[in-house]
């Protein structure tokens, strides 16, 4: 019998004609041609399987649903193994996705939403319940985050509870709070918005135009009194039901600043 020697290794293998490699240097050299050539020729192979796939869409589809169902497990392992070995790359190409499909996900999921609204709000509430300690301090540590690096959050959270507190004073107490830091008229807010109704609990304070979108810190730090005047004339608070004041977040700005006074009182 007639042995020659691999190119590669120097293995010992049995003559063939036009035999060069041994098995395990063979598939070597095939993975890296094949890679090769895919790298040189990315283009039109993406073609070729994008016209494939649309021709043969449902096919696969089915296809893929099938092995899914029967290796349910191993994918869902696999798929959660990958997430935890590539969080950052997974954590782009989330963003990547977001930002090009925004209307279609905000779209997707007021759909689902309006579908599942009780399904939802049950599972959130038990949640809730369940992680209220755990919540709560996220929500905090959020907050003293946020309120350190953001100069104009700040100022406007401290605002809006000096008017809350203000609101809480009057319906109790019958007493107005003044403030000189920021020049904020408590009273003629608490005038504009009478009639009070009885059942306050059911209603809150809705600034027309979101006091987000005023810029309440002059570019060398201080305060722009000017713009915190203009967010807190009387005329841009109303009162709303939770509901109503629920929907307006959902508005766009345009809508929102449009929004009339609520005469369910």
């Known amino acids: 019998m007639r042995f020659e020697r691999c190119e590669l290794c120097g293995k010992r293998i049995k003559y063939k ?24 020729n990315k283009r039109k192979l993406k073609k070729i399987n994008r016209d494939y796939y649309l021709k043969n869409k449902s096919k696969i589809l089915q296809r893929c649903k099938k092995y899914y169902c029967k290796n349910k497990e191993k994918e869902s392992l696999r798929n959660k193994k990958y997430r935890m070995n590539n969080k950052e790359k997974e954590k782009i190409r989330h963003q990547r996705y977001y930002l090009k499909n ?3 996900i905000k779209d997707y999921q007021g759909r689902h939403y309006q579908k599942n609204r009780d399904k939802i709000r049950k599972r959130h509430k038990d949640y809730s319940h369940r992680n209220k300690d755990e919540i709560n301090n996220r929500m905090r540590k959020y907050g003293k985050s946020r309120r350190k690096n953001n100069l104009n959050y700040l100022i406007r959270t401290r ?19 003044t403030t000189k830091k920021y020049g904020v008229d408590y009273k003629a807010i608490i005038e504009h918005l009478k009639p009070i109704p009885k059942n306050l609990s059911n209603y809150e304070i809705h600034h027309i ?6 810029n309440f810190v002059n ?13 807190f004339t009387p005329k841009n608070h109303q009162l709303l039901t939770i ?7 959902h508005k766009p700005l345009q809508e929102i600043w449009k929004t009339p006074k609520s005469t369910k009182r």
């Open 17 to 40: 004609v036009n035999r060069k490699y041994c098995s395990e240097c063979l598939i070597k050299k095939v993975k890296n041609w094949s890679k090769n050539y895919r790298e040189r």
């Open 219 to 231: 570019k060398d730090g201080s305060t722009n009194l000017e713009e915190v005047k203009k967010a």
């Open 159 to 177: 605002i809006r509870n000096h008017l809350n507190y203000a609101f809480e004073k009057y319906i109790l107490a019958k007493k107005f709070l």
């Open 209 to 214: 135009k979101p006091l987000f979108t005023f």
């Open 243 to 249: 509901e109503e004041h629920k929907k307006i977040h």
């Open 102 to 104: 925004k209307l279609k």
